[in-house]
């Protein structure tokens, strides 16, 4: 499991984690990620993986030490995934489930959250989704690669994004 701490200490000084940067994992194997709440931004590219490869890398499960609605306030650059369209996985959350792995695949979005970012849904596997009224915008590419069935409180959201799903 490859995790990311909530701080490092370089020397006699400690920094908090915020931000991963533009391909610092390339090219590293790992099957599960745990990321710490303190995350704001994930930058493209920072899992990327050989195109020309036969075989991919993928995530089966990531824990994120944060609610799901400090979730959708994380800056994804890109999908969170290796091999972008190639990859299902899981999210755990500090209280939810989310992913091919959860009880009946279905994803609740908590009151409060207001916008649902780009990629912050791409490739959860999920088959049905609640929106809350709070939500008012869907990026680009928030829930690329996913077959919803469902959709519950469209009505409040005044913008989507070309592509959003």
């Known amino acids: 499991m490859l995790i990311i701490p909530d701080y490092i200490v370089?020397?006699?000084?400690t920094y908090k984690v915020t931000s991963i940067a533009e391909k610092t994992f390339q090219d590293i194997y790992f099957l599960n990620l745990?990321?710490?709440?303190?995350?704001?931004?994930?930058s493209k590219n920072t899992f990327q993986y050989d195109e020309e490869e036969t075989t991919y890398i993928s995530f089966g499960e990531i824990y994120y030490n944060g609610s799901l609605k400090e979730w959708f306030d994380i800056d994804f650059e890109e999908y969170i995934v290796c091999n972008k369209n190639q990859t299902r996985f899981s999210l755990h959350t500090t209280y939810y489930l989310v992913g091919e792995n959860a009880i009946y695949s279905i994803l609740e979005i908590p009151e409060g959250v207001?916008?649902?970012k780009s990629y912050s849904c791409a490739n959860f596997g999920f088959i049905e989704l609640t929106i809350p009224s709070s939500v008012h915008t869907i990026e680009e590419h928030a829930f690329i690669n996913e077959v919803v069935n469902v959709f519950i409180g469209l009505e409040n959201v005044e913008n989507v994004h070309e592509d959003a799903f």
């Open 10 to 13: 370089i020397g006699d000084k």
């Open 34 to 42: 745990a990321l710490s709440s303190n995350i704001t931004k994930i």
């Open 114 to 116: 207001e916008i649902i």
